[in-house]
C-alpha cells in the first residue's frame, strides 16, 4: 500500500494545487469568513493530502496552511505578527489538530495495509502448507494405489509358484521391480520437490554402520567396517533412515561394480565440522569424463547395463538426499585403483555431560 | 478354511480390499492359523472384542477409522499382537503406531513368507509373553545376561554396566522381540522430562553394544529399527 514515486509526486503538486485555490478563493470571501470555517477548510485539505500524498506532504502542508492562516486570515493581514493574543491560541490549536490529524490518519493506514499484507503472508503460508500436504497425500495416495495391486499380484504369484509353475516367480520378482521403481520416483519427487520431510538428528556413526551392515548383509559380502579411531564416539547431527539409505545404495553399487571377490571398506570418521561416511571399493573406477555426469539424474554408469545400473536413479538422489541435510556426497578415485563415495553431514560435540556419564568401553 | 491347520490360533484380518484379504487369508491358512474377516475398523474391533483372536493383522487406509485409533481401541482392553501393514512406509507412521501400540509394521508389497515369518514370531512371542516376567536369564551369541543378579557375562568373563545402561537392557529384554520406539525407551529409563533425549539414548546404546555385543558394528542382540527404535533379538 505504499504510494510510489511518481504518482507521489504528482498527487503532492495536484493537493498543492487545491491548497492554492482554497486559500484564493477564502482570501476573496475573507470578510464573510469566521476563522472556525478557515480552520475546518484547512484541516480538510491537510488531511486528505495525509491520506493520498502520504504523511510528509500532510505534514508539510500543515505547517503551510498555518503560516497562511496566520498571514491572510488572522488581523493584521499580510504579516506573521498577530494582534489579538487569543489568535495565538486558534494558531497553535489548529497547528496541533492538523498535525494529530494527519499522524492519526497515517497510523491508521499503516494499520491497514499491515493488516492486509500480514493476511497477504499467511494467504501464502497457508497456501503453501496446503499444497505441501496435498502433495503428501498425493505421494500417499499414488504409493497406496500402487502398491496395493502390486501386494495382491506379488500374493498370488507367489501362491501359483507354490503350484510348481516358474513363471509365477518371474511375476513375483517383476512386481518387486516395479514395486522398486515405484519408490524411487516417489523419492525423487520428494528430493526434488523438497518436501522430504527430513528428521535430522543427534545420532552416532557406529550405530548407522550397524544398520547399513545389516541391510546389505544380503547382497554384499566382504565388508569390512572402520570407526577411526576405533573407540571414538561419533556423533552428526543427520536423517538416519535417509542417510542409510545413500549408504545402502552406495554399498550396492560399489557391490555391482567390483569384482565378487574383492573387498568393500565403509567407514566413518571426523574431519574438521564434519562427519564422514565413506565407502570405497576395488573396482574399475569411473572416468574423468564421467565424475560430474554420475550424480545427475538418468545418468548410467555403462549404456545398456541395465541389470547392474536399474534406474539410473540412485546417485542423483543420493546427493539431493545428502544436500537436504546440510551435508555434501563426494567421490574421488581410490589409491590403487577402484572408487571412494563419501557421504559428509555436520559433525556434533558430544555435551559433557553426556560424556562423562559413559563408561568407556569394555575391552 | 484350511481343515488341515495344526493349530488353533485365529488370525483376525481387517482390511476393506479383499483381495488383500484373500492374499492374507491364503497365507495364513498354509498351516499358521484360521483367519476370520473384518472389512471396517469398527467391525473389526467388534470382531476382535466378540473372537478374542490370536493375532490381529491390520492394514491402514481404512474408509472408516485411522489405524492408530484402532490400535488404541483395541490395546484399551487386549494384549493381542497386531500386526501393521501399509502402503506408504514411512518411519513416522511406523513409530506412531508402534506407539499407539502395534506390534509390529509390514510395509506393502510384502512376501509372503515375510508375511506368514512375522506371524509366527508374534503368536510366539505372545505365548512367552506370560512365562517372560519370571525369565531373569537371557543365553544370546555368546552373552549371558541376568536380570535378577543382576549381571552380564561375554564368553564367562563378567562384564559391569551403569544403572542406566541396565535399565535400557532390561527395558529391551523384557520387550524381547518387540521394537521399541525411542519414544518408549527413553519415557522407561528416564522418564518424559530429560534434556536431550536422542543423543542420551544413542550414547547408551553404543556403550553397551559396545560391552555385551562381540562385533558392535555388527550388533546381533541389539538391532537398529532405522528411524524408530531399537530391538533385542531373541534368536540372533
Not at chain 1, 133 to 145: I, Q, Y
Not at chain 1, 245 to 250: D, G
Not at chain 2, 34 to 62: F, H, K, N, Y
Request: one cysteine or more; a neutral charge.
Amino acid at each position: 500500500m505504499n504510494v510510489s514515486g511518481p504518482s507521489r509526486a504528482v498527487r503532492a503538486i495536484a493537493w498543492l494545487g487545491v491548497f492554492v485555490g482554497v486559500t484564493v478563493i477564502m482570501v476573496g470571501v475573507r470578510g464573510r469568513l469566521d476563522r472556525v470555517h478557515v480552520a475546518l477548510a484547512y484541516l480538510l485539505v491537510v488531511q486528505l493530502t495525509s491520506a493520498q500524498a502520504g504523511r510528509a506532504v500532510g505534514m508539510s502542508l500543515a505547517v503551510l496552511s498555518f503560516l497562511t492562516f496566520n498571514i491572510f486570515f488572522v488581523p493584521p493581514y499580510g504579516t506573521l505578527a498577530v494582534a489579538n493574543p487569543v489568535d495565538w491560541l486558534v494558531l497553535v490549536a489548529f497547528l496541533v489538530t492538523s498535525v494529530i490529524s494527519a499522524q492519526l490518519l497515517y497510523r491508521a493506514r499503516a494499520l491497514g495495509a499491515e493488516r492486509e499484507r500480514l493476511s497477504a503472508t499467511s494467504e501464502r503460508a497457508q497456501s503453501l502448507e496446503q499444497s505441501n500436504r496435498m502433495k503428501d497425500e498425493t505421494l500417499a495416495m499414488v504409493s497406496h494405489d500402487l502398491r496395493t495391486p502390486l501386494t495382491t499380484i506379488k500374493g498370488l504369484a507367489h501362491e501359483i509358484a507354490a503350484g510348481g509353475d516358474e513363471r509365477a516367480e518371474v511375476i513375483e520378482e517383476e512386481a518387486d521391480r516395479l514395486n522398486a521403481f515405484v519408490g524411487k520416483l516417489l523419492d525423487l519427487s520428494r528430493v526434488t520437490m523438497g518436501t522430504g520431510a527430513l528428521d535430522i538428528q543427534p545420532n552416532e556413526a557406529e550405530d548407522l554402520l550397524g544398520a547399513a551392515a545389516q541391510q546389505t548383509q544380503g547382497f554384499a559380502r566382504g565388508l569390512a567396517f572402520h570407526v577411526e579411531p576405533s573407540d571414538s564416539m561419533l556423533f552428526g547431527k543427520f536423517d538416519f533412515v535417509q542417510s542409510l539409505r545413500v549408504l545402502v545404495n552406495l554399498i550396492d553399487n560399489a557391490a555391482k561394480y567390483s569384482p565378487p571377490d574383492a573387498p568393500i571398506d565403509v567407514g566413518a570418521r571426523r574431519v574438521g565440522n564434519e562427519l564422514r561416511f565413506w565407502v570405497a571399493d576395488r573396482g574399475p573406477g569411473i572416468a574423468d569424463v564421467d565424475r560430474e555426469r554420475i550424480f545427475e539424474p538418468f545418468y548410467r554408469k555403462r549404456v545398456g547395463d541395465v541389470d547392474a545400473a536399474g534406474a539410473g536413479l540412485g546417485l542423483s538422489i543420493a546427493k539431493g538426499i545428502a544436500e537436504a541435510q546440510g551435508g555434501r556426497l563426494t567421490f574421488v578415485p581410490r589409491d590403487g585403483g577402484g572408487s571412494v563415495f563419501t557421504l559428509s553431514v555436520p559433525a556434533i560435540d558430544l555435551p559433557g555431560d553426556v560424556a562423562s556419564s559413559v563408561v568407556g568401553p569394555a575391552e | 478354511m484350511n481343515p488341515s491347520s495344526s493349530t488353533d490360533d485365529v488370525v483376525l484380518v481387517i482390511d476393506d480390499e479383499p483381495q488383500i484379504r484373500r492374499v492374507v487369508r491364503n497365507a495364513m491358512e498354509a498351516d499358521i492359523a484360521r483367519v476370520i474377516e473384518a472389512s471396517t475398523g469398527r467391525a473389526g474391533i467388534d470382531v476382535a472384542a466378540a473372537e478374542r483372536p490370536s493375532l490381529i493383522i491390520l492394514d491402514l487406509g481404512l474408509p472408516d477409522m485411522e489405524g492408530a485409533e484402532v490400535c488404541r481401541a483395541v490395546r484399551s482392553w487386549s494384549a493381542v499382537p497386531i500386526i501393521v501393514l501399509s502402503a506408504r512406509g514411512s518411519v513416522q507412521e511406523k513409530a506412531a503406531l508402534l506407539d499407539a501400540g502395534a506390534d509390529d509394521y509390514i510395509a506393502k508389497p510384502f512376501s509372503t513368507i515375510e508375511l506368514q515369518a512375522r506371524v509366527r514370531a508374534q503368536l510366539r512371542r505372545a505365548k512367552l509373553a506370560p512365562a517372560a516376567g519370571q525369565t531373569h536369564v537371557i543365553e544370546a551369541d555368546g552373552a549371558l545376561i541376568d536380570l535378577a543378579t543382576p549381571g552380564v557375562k561375554r564368553d564367562g568373563v563378567a562384564i559391569h554396566l551403569t544403572k542406566t545402561e541396565w535399565q535400557l537392557l532390561r527395558t529391551l529384554m523384557q520387550n524381547a522381540g518387540r521394537t521399541m520406539t525411542h519414544r518408549q525407551l527413553f519415557s522407561a529409563v528416564w522418564g518424559n522430562a530429560y534434556g536431550d533425549a536422542q543423543q542420551y539414548l544413542r550414547v547408551h546404546i553404543r556403550s553397551i553394544r559396545r560391552k555385551i555385543e562381540r562385533d558392535p558394528v555388527r550388533p546381533r542382540l541389539i538391532v537398529t529399527e532405522p528411524g524408530v527404535g531399537y530391538r533385542f533379538q531373541m534368536e540372533p
